[in-house]
């Protein structure tokens, strides 16, 4: 998969990576060009006393030198821009894929590893095409180069280099191999603790209201321990690795010149040839251990490659049709047809045979006790899944027919858990219709019951939301989601159990003025409260995933004992309060 992601992201970059190898290509033959030329000063200029010929390889070197800085900061330059390019094409295409998702591919991965998969494991392929990009052409050229060209200075001494790669190499080799697991473990350790902190920081309230603090102390405590552990046994082996190298480079300085100083002594070698050998032993040196860290990263950007490419891989399983229909009428008639469905994996379907009809104009009821399948119906409409069997239609046309836009531009949802965006209430009041007035957002307002406390505070429709709306109330972010689904003026409004977090009156008085402004359009409402739904046209009475009865508050009180059940818990629960 890495290889497969890397030729895919690589394509639309390939004149710049091209020009990425011929810039690292120069910088790296400039690289091994300058110990020769060093050599020559040494031993054909210095040592002969001719200044002219000093002058003029030393002009030589200087260019090579100034060349090598050039090409080597536009190599990085680019190959780190060529980079960072595929990294963000990547995390689009991940983002977009994701967008694209339905519920149901969203529940198949979790969201958390979704978020994982686009931020870090991007990052970490990203890491990799840098690395790649800046050492990959010149590691090999600087070795295979760098053995060449030590070769010529000295062939006697060429043992050394034989001797001392592949000690470094067994070297740095053992450290990266006891690595490798180490990093692996650390990232299932960060996960943990991500974990850990994530639950606590959503469940304080509770932590709080059942004195879980202790306990959550030492639940925190015990990941962090682990990761720490993990992290001292990394340090150890960082804490050799340096020195290893380090004692690596300068023995084989050592012994460079201790052989080499015995064949100069012997006037088998010269003294530029000796600093030029030693200069190209370090050069290979360095490169040899620039791979090993870069085979290091290998390993690990494979198996996030992989778990990108899971989530790319997928095919959406709600998709917008080939040729989708165009409703002769759009006035958000609604009916659902003997409408069977099951969650992914489950055995039991969730709903059975639920056939009815909505018409403008007019209030339908859901009532039924939890986990009879209300919110489960909502969805199917806007498509979050799609049915089994049967058919849910919009104005006369299956939903799976529709463009998906046809469909959210007429049927907004009130979810159940109300969800604001980080912005402002202006911006997430306008989600459904870009171009409303300021007019349209306060009438919206207004009949959501939400006008007062905008206006309390100063900043009105520009005070601040948190992500997910955490700095305003239950009630209040309710009536605000009310409020944003009136603005887009849809055909069809779903309202999810929306009113629950309103007290009593709030409710009645928000229900009176709705009343008004969505008497063109069709409204399913999902409620628990009776009072709720009393005046609604038709209510049907959900029960384990079935319609068990149907009619208005009337006809159902004398004829439904499982609605009689539900009017009269909540009577009680009235009369007790
Ligand atoms: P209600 O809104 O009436 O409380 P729901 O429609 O939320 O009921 O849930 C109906 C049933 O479907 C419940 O038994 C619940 O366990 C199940 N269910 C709800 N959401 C999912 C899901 N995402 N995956 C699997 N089962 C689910």
């Given at each position: 998969m890495l290889l497969t992601l890397i030729r895919r992201y690589s394509k639309p970059y390939l004149p710049q990576i091209l020009a990425v190898i011929v810039f690292q290509l120069a910088s790296t033959i400039a690289t091994l060009y300058l110990p020769s030329l060093n050599a020559k000063i040494i031993d054909e200029g210095v040592s002969v006393g001719d200044t002219d010929y000093i002058w003029r390889t030393g002009a030589l070197m200087l260019a090579v030198a100034f060349g090598q800085v050039i090409t080597a900061v536009a190599g990085v330059y680019f190959g780190s821009r060529v980079a960072m390019s595929m990294g963000r094409d990547l995390r689009r295409d991940v983002f977009r894929k994701v967008s694209s998702f339905s519920a149901k591919d969203v529940n198949s991965f979790g969201a958390p590893t979704l978020i994982t998969r686009g931020t870090n494991d991007v990052q970490q392929v990203q890491m990799l095409m840098l690395m790649g990009l800046n050492f990959m052409v010149s590691t090999p050229i600087m070795c295979v180069g760098g053995i060449i060209m030590a070769l010529q200075e000295?062939?006697?001494?060429s043992w050394l280099v034989w001797v001392s790669v592949p000690v470094l190499v067994a070297v740095v080799g053992y450290l990266v191999v006891r690595l490798m697991p180490l990093f692996r473990s650390m990232q299932k350790k960060i996960d943990a603790i991500n974990g850990v902190l994530r639950e606590q920081i959503i469940g304080i309230r509770v932590v709080r209201a059942f004195v879980r603090e202790p306990y959550e102390v030492k639940r925190f405590g015990a990941a962090n321990k682990e990761l720490t552990d993990v992290s001292v046994k990394i340090g150890n082996l960082f804490v050799l690795m340096f020195p290893a190298i380090g004692m690596i480079l300068h023995l084989s300085t050592a012994a460079v010149l201790w052989f080499g100083g015995e064949r100069v002594d012997s006037g088998d070698m010269e003294v530029g040839a000796l600093t030029a050998f030693l200069q190209y032993l370090l050069q290979i040196l360095i490169a040899v251990m620039m791979g090993t860290f870069m085979a290091m990263m290998i390993p690990r950007a494979s198996v996030c490659a992989d778990r990108i490419g899971e989530v790319l891989d997928v095919e959406p399983s709600i998709h917008d049709p080939q040729a989708p229909v165009t409703p002769v009428?759009?006035?958000?008639r609604v009916e659902f047809r003997d409408v069977t469905f099951k969650y992914p994996?489950?055995?039991?379907?969730?709903?059975?045979n639920i056939s009815f009809s909505a018409e403008p104009g007019q209030t339908l009821a859901i009532i039924g006790s939890t986990g009879s399948g209300k919110t489960t119906l909502v969805s199917l409409l806007p498509r979050l899944y799609d049915v089994a069997s049967g058919d849910v239609l919009l104005d006369g046309v299956p939903v799976t027919e529709l463009d998906r836009d046809e469909i959210t531009s007429r049927v907004a949802t009130v979810p159940q858990k109300p969800y604001l965006f980080s912005g402002t209430i202006e911006h997430n009041l306008r989600f459904g219709k870009t171009h409303a007035t300021d007019e349209e957002l306060w009438d919206a307002l207004e009949t959501a019951q939400a006008r007062d406390f905008v206006e309390e505070?100063?900043?009105?429709?520009?005070r601040r939301i948190a992500q997910g709306g955490t700095n305003v109330s239950g009630g209040q972010r309710q009536r605000l989601c009310i409020a944003r689904a009136l603005v887009s003026q849809p055909k069809v409004y779903l309202?999810?159990?929306?009113?629950?977090?309103?007290d009593v009156a709030t409710d009645a008085r928000l229900r009176r003025a709705l009343k008004d402004k969505t008497k063109d359009a069709t409204v399913i409402i999902v409620a628990q409260r009776v009072s709720t739904i009393a005046d609604a046209d038709q209510i049907l009475v959900l029960d384990n995933g079935r319609i068990v009865d149907r009619g208005t508050h009337e006809e159902l009180l004398e004829t439904s004992p499982t609605y009689q059940e539900i009017v009269e818990s909540q009577l009680s629960a009235e009369e007790v309060a």
């Open positions: 000295d062939l006697s001494l009428e759009k006035k958000g994996g489950a055995e039991e379907p969730v709903l059975s505070k100063s900043a009105g429709l520009d309202f999810d159990d929306s009113f629950s977090a309103l």
